[in-house]
């Protein structure tokens, strides 16, 4: 996969950054789980998902990669769309499909 499926069309220019940051944080890795989360549903997000998403990107790989794994997240980032964007990926929905 080479990045984001989604076009950025329709979305407004806060959404855009977002997507556009989520697969370009720096590991590839960590591009996959959140590009594939922005990209399945950053057109739904309410604007309050939208600023906790804008401050999960500025994560460390390290600390978001533990919180991923199952360590507690900073209270800070301990979010409902935290949570949505674990379970994401938890269930399967952000593995492709070979």
């Known amino acids: 996969m080479t990045g984001t499926t989604r076009s950025s069309?329709?979305?407004d220019a806060r959404r855009?950054?977002?997507l556009y940051r989520s697969w370009h944080r720096g590991t590839r890795e960590m591009d996959l789980l959140m590009g594939r989360f922005a990209d399945a549903c950053i057109g739904e997000l309410s604007?309050?998902?939208v600023a906790?998403?804008?401050?999960?990107i500025e994560?460390?790989?390290p600390d978001l990669y533990g919180w991923?794994?199952?360590?507690?997240p900073a209270p800070e980032f301990d979010t409902p769309l935290f949570h949505r964007f674990r379970?994401?990926?938890?269930?399967?929905e952000g593995v492709p499909e070979i």
């Open 9 to 11: 069309a329709g979305l």
């Open 16 to 18: 855009r950054r977002i």
């Open 47 to 49: 604007e309050e998902d």
């Open 52 to 56: 906790a998403f804008e401050q999960l």
């Open 59 to 61: 994560v460390e790989d």
């Open 68 to 72: 991923l794994g199952g360590a507690p």
């Open 87 to 92: 379970q994401f990926h938890l269930s399967g």
